[in-house]
C-alpha cells in the first residue's frame, strides 16, 4: 500500500500535468486535502510531507482534530453548516466552502452552485443564485470569493467537465453582470480533480486519493 507522502506526490504530479495541459501555471491551483474521519496521526504524516492546507466538514470533529495538529495549518470547512454550529466552526476556518443561503453567510465564503440540479445536493440554482446575489453582496462583513459545486457522482471522471464548464461560465457572467472578482473556484475531488484543474478549479478538494478509504464514520 502506497503511504500518504506517496499519494500526496501523485495527486500534486496528477494537479501539474493537467495544469499544463491546460496552459494554466500550477501555482494558480490549492490542493485542500480532505481529512473528515481521518484520524490527527495521518493528517501529521501530509504535513511531515510539507502539506499545510486541509479540509473538514464536521465541526465537531474539526474540534476535536485542529488543536492536536500544529498550529500554522490552515483549514477550510467544506461540508454542510447548520446554523448551531457557526459559532464554533468560525475561529477554526479561514473559509467556507458550501454557503447556499443568505443564513450561513460568514466572512469568506465560495457559494455553493448546484450544478445539476439534483434534489439531493445543497446549493444554489444559478438563476437563485444571480437574483440574491445583490443581497449577498450587500452584506458588509461578508467576502464572496468565488463558487464551489459537486457535479453527480459518475464511474467516468469525464461525465464531470460539462458541470465544471458551466460553475466557471457562472462566475464569469456573475462577475461581468455584477462587476466583481470571484477569483476562486473549488471544484474536483478524488474522482475527477484533474478535469478538474483543467476546466479552472483554482481549488480542488481531495481526500481518499490521499489519505485512503475513509473509516466509517460516528453521528455528530
Known sequence: MASIIENLERVCEQITRAAAKAGRAVNEIELVAITKTHPAEKVREAVEAGHTLFGESRVQEARAKIPELPSNLRWH??????????????PLFELFHGVDSLALAHPRVLLEVNVAGEGSKFGFKGETLRAEIGSLLALRRLSIEGLMCIPPLAEDAEASRKFFGQLRELRNSLEKEFDLKLPHLSMGMTQDYWIAVEEGATLVRVGTAIFGERPKRQKD
Open 77 to 90: 470547512f467544506v461540508g454542510h453548516l447548520q446554523k448551531n454550529k457557526i459559532r464554533h466552526a468560525l
